[in-house]
Nanobody, 123 residues
Framework: QVQLVESGGGLVQAGGSLNLSCAAS????????MGWFRQAPGKERELVAG???????????SVKGRFTISRDNVRGTLEVRMNLQMNSLKPEDTAVYYC?????????????WGQGTQVTVSS
């Protein structure tokens, strides 16, 4: 099992930047994939960016070139920290953003979720 806690959401004007962070704590050592999802009112939850345990990344077309996902394994612990740097924000980026993990290594679906953090971009 892995626990995920997000931080860093807020209100920003269009064109501005925000950085979201996710602290992931697992009970056992396992390399696992992680990602950021978002859900806007009236819309389905969508994958914004993913990062594999190997470091490979993928992005939704709508955020390519503006968002950057990264992760660090905290040495000596079972904690992983994942970030989402969001630049050139647009009103359509407004949503609740969720940190997620596919745990343990080899899991086929995202099966662990954070509580979500609100991002609001004003025009």
């Amino acid at each position: 099992q892995v626990q995920l806690v997000e931080s860093g959401g807020g209100l920003v004007q269009a064109g501005g930047s925000l950085n979201l962070s996710c602290a992931a704590s697992a009970r056992t050592l396992s390399n696992y994939d992680m990602g950021w999802f978002r859900q806007a009112p009236g819309k389905e939850r969508e994958l914004v960016a993913g990062i594999r345990w190997s470091g490979d990344t993928n992005y939704a077309d709508s955020v390519k070139g503006r968002f950057t996902i990264s992760r660090d394994n905290v040495r000596g612990t079972l904690e992983v920290r994942m970030n989402l740097q969001m630049n050139s924000l647009k009103p359509e980026d407004t949503a609740v953003y969720y940190c997620a993990a596919r745990y343990p290594k080899g899991a086929r679906t995202y099966n662990a979720w954070g509580q979500g953090t609100q991002v609001t971009v004003s025009s």
